[in-house]
C-alpha cells in the first residue's frame, strides 16, 4: 500500500541484487521467494563505512546476515523509520569493494537452490535522514528508534491517544484526523468503516454536530460516549436566527463559547454493541438540547429515551445544529490506532428558508476545523458526482491545506458506466493530475444493504484482481489503494507519523506552558502555612459566638419584647364599631378614641332650655372620623381612662344666665401601635357601623324566623377582624430574619476579624444570609399556615376566657351606647322647649373608667342609667350591640393565642433549628466535607473569587500538562528500551551468539510496503 505525498502511486518495491554470474547457483528469481514475517533491516545512511554487511556461511542458522551494533547505524530521527513513497529513489547500496565478504551461509529449508539474500533498495519518502549534529538537546525521543513499524506507531498513537483525553489540545496543537465533504459524500459509511462500528448512516442526526472517535487497541472491546460541551445555546428571545447573525465574533449562532464541560453519557461494552447507532443518535439529541438534562436521553435508563419515539424527538430538538462534540472513545482488539472528527457535510441549500442561515454555519465550522495546521484532512467525494462541483475542495484550497488532505473516493460501486470519458476523469485524479493533494487519493465502496461485518468482502470481491462489472479493468493499477482497511492502515501510518514528526516542539511546548502556569501560582498572593487550621479556627469561633448570643438572656430579653409588641398591635388593632345612628337624635359621636370625637360642634345657645341648672347641652354635631368606637390600648378590658372622658366642663350659674360652654381642650389623635408596627395603627378602624350590623343579620337570616342572629353572621364578622394579622406577622419574621442577621455579621466580624479579605469571610456570609433567609421562609411557611388557620373559621374551647371578654366587652359598648342615646334624648328635648328634670349634665361630664370606680360610683352609675332607659325607652340596637360584643370578646381571645404561639415557634423551633444546623452547615457548603476539601481550603484562602478561579484553573492545568509530559517521557523511555534491546541482541551475536535473522531479499515482496521501505 502507498503512503506518499505524491499523487503518484509508486510502482511496485524495486529489488537490486548483488551481481551474479549467470552460473551461480545461488541466483534465483523472485517467484520462489516465501513469506518471512521477520523485522526489517535498518536504512543505509545509517550504517557506519567502516560497518559494512557480510554474509558469512554458518554452521547454526541458514540464509541470514549480520548486523553491526545498533549504535553505528541508529538513524538522526524516529522519522527516519516512518517511510514516506513520495520521494525519488536514492542510490542502490552496495559493501565497499574492500569490504572482506565472508563465505554464503547454507541454504534455507525450502528453497531451491540455496542462493544468498540480495539488498533491497530503500526510497526516503519525503522524510530524509537528518544530521545527528544539528539535533536540538531537547529531542530525546529521537535519539534512538523502534525497529519494529508497528510497535513505533502503536506507541506513538497511543501516546497521542492520552495526550487528547487528559485534554490540553487547546493549550498543545495536536495532529488530528478531520473527515470533510459534502452533504451525502458517504461520509458517515465511511465513518463506520473506520471505527468499525455500525454507526448512523442516514441523513438528519448524525449530520448536525460533530463526531470524535478515537480507537485503538484493547483486549476487551467497550465504547465510551460522551458530550463535549465547549458552547452554550443562547438564541434570541423574541425573533428566529437570521444570515446576518453569522458573523466573525458569532460563527455558529445561537451558540457562544463557554469553557469546556465533559458530560459522560454511556459506555457499551461487547455484549450490547449492537446498541451503538442508537446510543450515538439518543447522544446527539441530547447535545441539541442543551439545556436539558443529558441524563434523560439515556437509552434504557432516560425518561424521555424511555418514553418517546427517537425519530420525533431528533425532529423537535431546541437546536437544529450544534458545534459541540460528541465524543466516542472505542477499544478493541484488532482495531487501528486513529483519532478522527467527522463533521457535517456542507450544503449549498436548506431545506427550509428559515434555516438559511446553516448554511454558512456548517462552512464555518469546516472552516476551524480544517485551518487547524496540526490537521490531516480527510476528504470524501463520491464518484457518482462530479469533483468539480465540491464545495468542501473549495475551502479546501483557500486555506490551502491541499498539501494536509487525503483524498477518498466512496461509493465506487455507483461510478456511472458511460465509457472512457467519466473514468479519465477519475484516473487523471489517481494520478496526480487533477485536483492535486498532497497524500494519495484512496477509494472505498459500502453497499447500503449492506452491514459493516460485509464490507470487507464486498470490497474484496469489488476490487479482486479478476475484476467485477461494477468496477472497470482500468483501475487496477491503484488496487493497492482500494478499501477501507488500506485506508485504516495508511490513516494510523500518517497519524503516527505526523505526532513523530511534531513530537519535539509538542513537548518543548507542553514545558514552556507548565513552565507558564507554574509561574503564575507562584504570582498569586500566599497562604498561611497551615490553611486548613486557619479556616477551622475561624469557623469553630463562629459558631460558638452565635450559640452565645442566641442562648442568652439579652438576646432573650430584646426579643421578649418584640414578643409583647407583637401582641399590642393585635389588640390595638381590634375590631371598632360605629355606636351611633341617623336615627339617634341629635347625632351626637361617642367613641373612645382619644380625639375630638366628643368634641360638641356648632354656634353656642343663647340661653339655657329651662331645667337644664345651669348646664349648656350641645348641639348635635356631625358625624367625623373620630365617631368609630375605639376599645384598643389602655381600654382593652373593657373601661374608660380618664383621658378618654369628654372634654366638656361643666358651668355653674342660673337657669336663665346667658351662658355658652366652654370649648373642649384639643386631645391628642388616638394612640399609635408600638414599634415595629407603626404602620398597622389605623388597622380595625370604622370595621362596622350598627346599621351594618343590622343588614347583615338581615340578609342572612332566613324568612319565618325573626328576632334570631345566624351564626354567619357571627363567623363572618369574626373571620374578617383577623384578616389583617398577616401584616403585622411578616414584620415579625422580617424583624428577627434581621436581629439574627446583625448577630451572624457581628460574629462573622469577630471570628474573621484577620481573613475579612479572604474569601472564606466572603462566602461565609454569601451562605449564612441564604441560610437565614431559607430558615426565614420555612418559618414563614409554617406561621402563614397557621394564620390561614385563623381565617379559615370561628374556633375555641376556651369558653371561660371567651365569656369573661365578651362581658368586659358588652358592658363597654353598652355604656357608650346609653352615652350616644341620652346625649340624643336630651337634645330633642331641649329643642323641644326644655327638660322635665333639671339636672342633667352634658352627655360624658361624669364618664369614668370602669375598673378606676369605686363600688359607690358604679352603683350610682347603674342607677342613674337605669333611669334614664326608662325615659328613653329600650335600646333598637340592642341585638347589635351584642353582636358586636361577641366579635370583640371573640377578637381578643384569638389574638392573645395567635400573639401566644407565633412566638413560640420562633423561640422553640426557629432559633434550636439554627443552632442544631450550625455546626455543620458552612462545611458542607464550602465543601469542607467532600473528597476535594483539600482544593476547597486553599481556594477559601485567596483574596476573591476571581483569584480562586485562576488558581483552581491553574492547578487543573498544571496537572494536565504534567500528565501530557509524563505520556511524552513514557513514549521516550520505551523507544530508549527498545534500542537498548537491540543493543544487546546486537552485542550478544558478536559475542558468538546468534546475531538477529532478517528476511532474505526477494521475501520483501511479500512484507507491506509500509515496513518494506525501512530495508536495504
Not at 459534502?182 to 461520509?187: I, V, W
Not at 523507544?975 to 546468534?994: F, I, K, R, S, Y
Request: net charge neutral.
Amino acid at each position: 500500500m502507498a503512503s506518499s505525498a505524491s499523487p503518484l502511486p509508486p510502482p511496485s518495491l524495486p529489488v537490486k541484487q548483488e551481481p551474479k554470474t549467470a552460473s551461480d547457483p545461488s541466483h534465483r528469481s523472485h517467484s520462489d521467494i516465501q513469506a518471512y514475517p521477520s523485522p526489517v533491516p535498518p536504512p543505509p545512511s545509517a550504517i557506519s563505512p567502516s560497518a559494512t554487511r557480510t554474509h558469512a556461511p554458518r554452521s547454526d542458522r541458514s540464509d541470514t546476515y549480520s548486523l553491526p551494533p545498533a549504535r553505528h547505524w541508529q538513524p538522526a530521527s524516529v522519522n527516519d523509520s516512518f517511510i514516506r513513497s513520495d520521494a525519488p529513489p536514492p542510490p542502490t547500496y552496495k559493501a565497499p569493494p574492500s569490504a572482506p565478504t565472508a563465505p554464503s551461509a547454507p541454504s534455507a529449508p525450502g528453497t531451491r537452490d540455496g542462493s544468498e539474500p540480495v539488498f533491497l533498495q530503500m526510497r526516503n519518502r519525503a522524510m530524509a535522514f537528518e544530521n545527528p549534529a544539528h539535533q536540538s538537546q531537547g529531542d530525546s525521543f529521537f535519539d534512538g528508534s523502534f525497529r519494529d513499524i508497528g510497535a513505533k506507531l502503536k506507541a506513538c498513537n497511543d501516546t497521542l491517544g492520552e495526550l487528547q483525553q487528559i485534554g490540553v489540545s487547546h493549550i498543545v496543537s495536536l495532529p488530528k484526523l478531520v473527515l470533510v465533504g459534502d452533504q451525502s459524500a458517504g461520509k458517515s459509511s465511511l465513518m463506520s468503516g473506520l471505527a468499525g462500528l455500525n454507526l448512523p448512516r442516514s441523513e438528519g442526526v448524525c449530520t448536525r454536530c460533530p463526531i470524535h472517535i478515537r480507537v485503538s487497541r484493547h483486549h476487551e472491546w467497550s465504547c465510551r460516549v460522551s458530550l463535549q460541551l465547549d458552547y452554550a445555546f443562547k438564541p434570541p428571545m423574541d425573533r428566529s436566527i437570521e444570515r446576518s447573525d453569522v458573523t466573525p465574533e458569532t460563527p455558529f449562532p445561537p451558540w457562544v463559547r463557554q469553557p469546556r464541560e465533559v458530560k459522560e453519557f454511556m459506555t457499551i461494552y461487547a455484549h450490547n454493541q449492537s446498541e451503538i447507532e442508537n446510543v450515538l443518535r439518543w447522544a446527539q439529541v441530547a447535545i441539541l438540547n442543551h439545556d436539558q438534562n443529558s441524563d434523560h436521553y439515556i437509552p434504557g435508563r432516560g425518561t424521555i429515551a424511555r418514553t418517546h419515539d427517537l425519530a420525533r424527538e431528533a425532529e423537535e430538538t431546541k437546536a437544529k445544529f450544534s458545534p459541540n462534540t460528541v465524543a466516542l472513545e472505542i477499544k478493541g482488539p484488532d482495531l487501528p490506532d486513529l483519532s478522527f472528527y467527522d463533521l457535517p457535510g456542507i450544503f449549498r441549500n436548506s431545506a427550509r428558508e428559515e434555516d438559511e442561515y446553516l448554511v454558512q454555519v456548517v462552512e464555518n465550522l469546516a472552516r476551524e476545523y480544517i485551518a487547524h495546521q496540526d490537521a490531516l484532512i480527510i476528504w470524501a467525494v463520491p464518484m457518482n458526482a462530479d469533483p468539480e462541483t465540491s464545495s468542501t475542495l473549495s475551502i479546501i484550497r483557500e486555506l490551502k491545506a491541499q498539501a494536509r488532505t487525503i483524498g477518498v473516493m466512496t461509493k465506487a460501486d455507483l461510478l456511472p458506466n458511460d465509457g472512457h470519458q467519466s473514468h479519465h476523469q477519475w484516473l487523471s485524479i489517481l494520478r496526480g493530475e487533477r485536483h492535486q493533494i498532497g497524500h494519495e487519493y484512496f477509494i472505498t465502496s459500502r453497499m447500503s444493504d449492506k452491514g459493516l461485518e460485509d464490507q470487507a468482502r464486498w470490497e474484496g470481491a469489488l476490487f479482486s484482481e479478476n475484476g467485477h462489472e461494477k468496477w472497470p479493468a482500468v483501475f487496477s493499477e491503484f488496487r493497492d489503494r482500494c478499501g477501507v482497511e488500506r485506508l485504516k492502515t495508511a490513516l494510523s501510518e500518517k497519524l503516527g507519523k505526523e505526532f513523530a514528526k511534531n513530537l519535539p516542539s509538542i513537548k518543548k511546548k507542553v514545558l514552556s506552558e507548565l513552565n507558564k502556569y507554574e509561574k503564575e501560582l507562584d504570582r498569586l498572593p500566599g497562604l498561611p502555612q497551615n490553611v486548613q487550621l486557619e479556616v477551622q479556627k475561624g469557623l469553630r469561633e463562629f459558631t460558638s459566638v452565635v450559640k452565645d448570643k442566641l442562648k442568652g438572656k439579652e438576646f432573650s430579653s430584646h426579643y421578649g419584647k418584640l414578643a409583647e409588641a407583637f401582641r399590642d398591635c393585635l389588640l390595638h388593632t381590634k375590631p371598632k364599631f360605629v355606636l351611633r345612628d341617623p336615627t339617634d337624635t341629635p347625632v351626637f359621636e361617642i367613641s373612645d378614641d382619644e380625639d375630638e370625637a366628643s368634641t360638641p360642634t356648632g354656634p353656642p345657645r343663647k340661653r339655657s332650655a329651662p331645667g337644664t341648672n345651669g348646664f349648656q347641652a350641645p348641639k348635635r354635631g356631625r358625624a367625623n372620623n373620630g365617631s368609630a368606637f375605639n376599645g384598643g390600648g389602655p381600654s382593652a378590658h373593657g373601661s374608660f381612662s380618664r383621658s378618654q372622658s369628654y372634654g366638656v366642663k361643666v358651668e355653674e350659674g342660673n337657669a336663665s344666665d346667658v351662658t355658652t360652654p366652654q370649648t373642649p381642650v384639643r386631645r391628642r389623635g388616638p394612640p399609635s401601635a408600638p414599634a415595629p408596627f407603626e404602620a398597622y395603627s389605623k388597622h380595625g378602624s370604622r370595621f362596622r357601623t350598627i346599621r351594618q350590623i343590622r343588614q347583615d343579620i338581615q340578609a342572612k337570616t332566613k324568612a319565618g324566623m325573626p328576632n334570631l342572629v345566624p351564626d354567619e353572621v357571627y363567623e363572618d364578622l369574626c373571620k374578617q377582624a383577623v384578616r389583617h394579622w398577616n401584616g403585622p406577622l411578616q414584620t415579625l419574621i422580617e424583624t428577627t430574619r434581621q436581629l439574627l442577621n446583625d448577630i451572624i455579621n457581628q460574629a462573622l466580624n469577630q471570628a474573621f476579624v484577620n481573613l475579612k479579605k479572604r474569601l472564606i469571610f466572603k462566602e461565609s456570609k454569601r451562605y449564612m444570609q441564604s441560610f437565614l433567609q431559607d430558615s426565614a421562609s420555612v418559618t414563614e411557611q409554617f406561621l402563614h399556615e397557621f394564620y390561614r388557620m385563623e381565617t379559615f373559621q370561628l374556633f375555641t374551647i376556651n369558653r371561660d376566657s371567651f365569656s369573661h371578654y365578651e362581658k368586659e366587652e358588652g358592658r363597654l359598648l353598652t355604656r357608650y351606647r346609653h352615652v350616644v342615646r341620652w346625649d340624643s334624648f336630651i337634645g330633642a328635648k331641649r329643642d323641644g322647649g326644655g327638660s322635665e328634670h333639671g339636672e342633667n349634665p352634658p352627655p360624658g361630664a361624669n364618664f369614668q373608667d370602669w375598673d378606676r370606680m369605686t363600688p359607690e360610683q358604679r352603683a350610682s352609675e347603674e342607677k342613674r342609667h337605669a333611669a334614664e332607659l326608662v325615659k328613653m325607652g329600650p335600646d333598637p340596637f340592642d341585638k347589635e350591640v351584642r353582636v358586636a360584643s361577641y366579635v370583640r370578646g371573640y377578637y381578643r381571645l384569638a389574638a392573645l393565642r395567635f400573639a401566644d404561639t407565633v412566638p413560640l415557634y420562633i423561640t422553640s423551633r426557629m432559633f434550636p433549628d439554627i443552632v442544631n444546623q450550625l455546626d455543620y452547615h458552612l462545611d458542607q457548603k464550602l465543601g469542607l466535607l467532600d473528597e476535594g476539601a483539600h482544593a476547597a481550603y486553599l481556594r477559601l484562602m485567596d483574596e476573591d473569587l476571581a483569584t480562586a478561579e485562576k488558581r483552581t484553573r491553574c492547578k487543573v492545568t498544571v496537572r494536565k500538562l504534567n500528565q501530557a509530559l509524563d505520556s511524552i517521557r513514557g513514549l521516550e523511555a520505551e523507544a530508549a528500551d527498545v534500542e537498548a534491546a537491540d543493543v544487546e541482541t546486537a552485542t550478544l551475536a558478536g559475542d558468538g551468539m546468534p546475531p538477529r535473522a532478517y528476511p532474505p531479499a526477494p521475501y520483501a515482496q511479500m512484507i507491506p510496503e509500509s515496513a518494506a521501505s525501512d530495508c536495504i
